[in-house]
């Protein structure tokens, strides 16, 4: 059983950062596609960065330039640092391992997810 624990959301003024862990249990960490994706009420879960096993890298267009995720397979974790952050990038974040090596752009594509943690961005 994979578990994957999110942390370091918050509250933070406009055109500050955040950086978001996620700390993958279970074996084989390195050979799965990991994604950060975010979801406000009423709203589709959203796409926001992957990084895939040889650590090629995919952004939603709305993040690019701001956002960067990595990895770092000997901790089995994922980060996502977030800087000149929106109002509008205010959600609940989650981490979640891909299928496969490769990243995917669409929630059925992963198969364990976090709990989520909450980003607020106020203007």
């Known amino acids: 059983q994979v578990q994957l624990v999110e942390s370091g959301g918050g509250l933070v003024q406009a055109g500050g950062s955040l950086k978001l862990s996620c700390a993958a249990s279970?074996?084989?960490?390195?050979?799965?596609?990991m994604g950060w994706f975010r979801q406000v009420p009423g709203k589709e879960r959203e796409f926001v960065a992957g990084v895939g096993s040889d650590e090629s890298t995919y952004y939603t267009n709305s993040v690019k330039g701001r956002f960067t995720i990595s990895r770092d397979n000997a901790k089995n974790t994922v980060y996502l640092q977030m800087d000149s952050l929106k109002p509008e990038d205010t959600a609940v974040y989650y981490c979640?391992?891909?299928?496969?090596?490769?990243?995917?752009?669409?929630?059925?594509?992963?198969?364990?997810w976090g709990q989520g943690t909450q980003v607020t961005v106020s203007s």
């Open positions: 979640a391992r891909g299928l496969t090596r490769w990243v995917g752009r669409m929630s059925r594509e992963y198969d364990y």
């Open positions: 279970g074996r084989a960490f390195s050979t799965y596609s």
